[in-house]
């Protein structure tokens, strides 16, 4: 069975008198899509930014592994190591998309800026790669030369998952994809998500309060509560027969449709 | 014969912290077998905790007392210790499930639900389609509606497809929960011939069949689930 891509263990992390983060371990493997749910201060979201290397915990280690296996703590990688990784091996899908995406930079610029930044140089591939990934993510290619802001909310969130996969990372962080979406957007960019990374393979780490999303999406799930994990496994069973309380109470508040 | 699944003294109870922490228990003390090409079907009265006993031998309920062990890959596992990871594997190359409802994913069609976990055990994706599509004419779903997602489909034509992607992959251990309920004749009969060449082919299957005809057509014994008593 092969390595974590991923690895963190004894993360603890307290704002004051708030403990975000407390004992928590996690690993991701090749390949695995696993969902970090919970309630808004769960502390998920400073869970993702943890092992994203964008903050840095109390105490405790996240490790990468990099393609030739050689591990890399995360939070003594030192900054421009961190953002060359981010722009190579890792991705990071933002709630909200102008986080992630350049405003004033037309949408083919948004995705082929990640290319060049991992070397691509010709033009013409560069602008035909691009044009095949807004097709990929069901952009009309004919916009192209667009600004993103005269996009919608779901068509701005559907060119952040091109810019960030075209360059194929090993590794994407997903922090509420979904929130603030309309519900017929979400779930055709659930759906994108789902067949984009089952295609190529990525890992994802997905926060998200939205159980269906985890349900849709998820090889495995965790459950946090108050910072820290109350439960976790595979994302069926934690679902349809959940063990703790929060669990519990989390899935029978669960509106069916 | 070597069994294919077999349990040690299973059992499981729920849990409900919803409800004051009541306790609810279903299963006691199960022990029970399944050979290579044999079908075994679970009988007992509605309640008695088939399903649970069924979701329980997918992983989908985690067994709370003794054990669940099949051959996979040529060795015994033990599936209650089993981590997500490795569930997922078992899941993908040795067992299979046929729940009674098949949990639509928006957008995709019947053809590609039903190749998806043939092209995860490594078909070639066109290899997979065809089988899928042969599987699904063969359970009497017309070609016009292979593309569509089954989401607006009846109950009959959702079984179906879920039928058609149970038995495409030839997984070496099948679970079938009702696959008949809400068939008509002539897919009944397609169903009782799908099973009859999956335990030609090898196939451990465990089933639960409220149609008492199908049953006795398909099984070759019976293991009854009893309802626990109330402990009084």
Redesign the interface.
């Known amino acids: 069975m092969s390595a974590p891509l991923l690895e963190a263990e004894g993360l603890r992390l307290r704002f004051g008198a708030v403990v975000a983060l407390d004992s928590v371990a996690i690993d991701v493997h090749p390949g695995e899509v696993v969902a970090i749910v919970g309630e808004s201060g769960s502390g998920k979201s400073t869970l993702l930014r943890v092992l994203a290397g964008q903050m840095r915990p109390d105490a405790g280690q996240v490790t990468y592994r990099a393609p030739d296996g050689t591990p890399h703590p995360v939070h003594d990688m030192g900054e421009a190591a961190l953002r060359r990784l981010m722009r190579t091996d890792w991705g990071f899908v933002h709630q909200h998309a102008r986080d992630g995406l350049r405003m004033g930079v037309s949408a083919g610029g948004n995705v082929g800026e990640r290319l060049m930044a991992v070397g691509a140089r010709h033009y013409g591939n560069i602008r035909g790669e691009a044009a095949e990934w807004l097709r990929r993510v069901e952009i009309d290619p004919a916009r192209i030369d667009h600004l993103p802001r005269t996009f919608s909310g779901g068509m701005q969130q559907r060119l952040q998952i091109a810019r960030t996969l075209v360059t194929r990372p090993r590794l994407v962080f997903m922090d509420e994809p979904t929130g603030g979406l309309d519900v017929s957007v979400q779930a055709r960019l659930l759906d994108l998500i789902r067949a984009l990374v089952a295609d190529l393979g990525i890992a994802v780490l997905l926060v998200t309060h939205d159980i269906a999303a985890a349900r849709l999406l998820a090889h495995r799930i965790m459950v946090m509560r108050h910072g820290q994990v109350v439960e976790h496994g595979l994302t069926d069973r934690v679902l349809d027969d959940p063990q703790h309380p929060y669990t519990q109470l989390l899935v029978s508040s669960v509106l069916a449709a | 014969m070597k069994a294919s699944l077999w349990t040690q003294d299973l059992g499981k109870s729920?849990?409900?912290?919803?409800q004051g922490g009541i306790r609810i228990p279903v299963l006691e003390h199960v022990d029970f077998a399944v050979a290579p090409g044999e079908c075994v079907a679970l009988s007992g009265p509605s309640g008695a905790g088939k399903s649970t006993l069924m979701?329980c031998l997918y992983?989908?309920?985690?067994a709370e007392a003794g054990r669940i062990h099949l051959m996979h890959d040529g060795a015994a596992v033990e599936l209650t210790g089993a981590d997500?990871?490795?569930?997922?594997e078992i899941r993908r190359q040795t067992l299979g499930y046929v729940s009674q409802f098949l949990r639509v994913?928006?957008?995709?069609g019947a053809l590609d639900i039903v190749a998806e976990p043939l092209i995860a055990r490594g078909a070639a994706p066109e290899l997979a389609r065809t089988r899928a599509e042969s599987l699904l004419l063969q359970l009497n779903l017309p070609r016009r509606l292979h593309h569509l997602p089954p989401a607006t489909f009846s109950g009959g034509e959702q079984q179906r497809v879920n039928l058609a992607r149970g038995f495409a992959p030839g997984y070496p251990i099948l679970l079938l929960d009702e696959p008949t309920a809400s068939l008509d004749a002539a897919n009944r009969e397609v169903v009782i011939a799908l099973i009859a060449e999956a335990k030609a082919a090898g196939t451990a299957i465990i089933g639960i069949f409220h149609d008492v005809e199908v049953r006795d057509r398909v099984a070759d014994r019976l293991f009854e689930v009893l309802p626990i008593q109330d402990a009084a």
Do not use: Q, V, W
């Open positions: 729920f849990r409900l912290h919803l979701r992983g989908n309920y985690g997500a990871r490795a569930m997922r994913i928006p957008r995709i």
